[in-house]
């Protein structure tokens, strides 16, 4: 569920995920995105789930990233199950498959997601969105979008993805997927507040006019969402 920042907090839980499977971060096959070691990479949380759930089963370890391996093709069952829609696959850029898809698509598994029958929709979706609602700082840093919506209301859950894409599913009011046209994430927070306040109702979570700062730290400007 995380794309985390590298910090101490989210490596130590990467690490527990992989020593419950008697593996270690010699296992990962992240790569580098400039954070650090594979394991503080942003994605190393998948990649440890992955591992783990292979070792479990008894698949190989060291091809967990191979399209043909058990673990590749049970994410992907799974996502395209959540989605309801058959998805396009290919490569991500840390080695685990990514998945296309028009945005309601993704809409609809955000709102199976944080359905309260999402356990109909896909074995366990109930006890990964109880995960997230518990623990909203695991799935991204505080100050992030979907972070504070999570801490703000707790029918919610939200996720942000690759090219400032955001996804939010409510108990009882659906699913929206956005993204940023030109991938600037810097639109996340005030488009993401924005969409939730007119669908959801939910309130300001503090971040629908960021503050733009100076070399100096100097509040110059803010950046909004605006209807059209």
């Known amino acids: 569920c995380s794309s985390h920042d590298g910090s101490t907090e989210y490596v130590r839980l990467v690490r527990e995920i992989l020593e419950s499977a008697g593996l270690d971060e010699a296992a990962l096959q992240t790569g580098s995105d400039g954070q650090g070691t594979p394991i503080q990479h942003q994605c190393s949380g998948n990649h440890a789930l992955g591992l783990a759930w292979a070792a479990v089963r008894g698949w190989p370890t060291a091809s967990y990233c191979v399209a043909e391996n058990p673990v590749q093709q049970g994410m992907n069952a799974a996502v395209a199950q959540a989605v309801g829609a058959e998805v396009m696959i290919a490569p991500d850029n840390c080695g685990m498959s990514t998945h296309q898809m028009t945005?309601?698509?993704?809409?609809?598994?955000?709102?199976?997601?944080?359905?309260?029958?999402?356990?109909?929709?896909?074995?366990?979706?109930?006890?990964?969105?109880?995960?997230?609602?518990?623990?909203?700082?695991?799935i991204r840093p505080r100050g992030q979008i979907d972070a504070e919506l999570m801490a703000t209301d707790p029918q919610l859950v939200a996720k942000v993805g690759a090219e400032a894409a955001l996804g939010i599913g409510h108990s009882d009011l659906g699913g929206i997927a956005l993204r940023v046209l030109d991938g600037g994430t810097r639109a996340w927070g005030p488009a993401g507040s924005a969409v939730a306040a007119e669908w959801f109702s939910t309130d300001s979570t503090g971040l629908e006019q960021p503050a733009l700062l100076d070399a100096h730290g100097r509040p110059i400007g803010h950046t909004a969402a605006r209807w059209e």
Not at 104 to 119: G, H, I, Q, V, W
């Open 103 to 138: 945005l309601s698509n993704a809409a609809t598994a955000f709102a199976r997601l944080a359905s309260p029958e999402a356990d109909t929709f896909l074995e366990g979706l109930g006890t990964v969105a109880a995960a997230m609602r518990r623990h909203p700082e695991l």
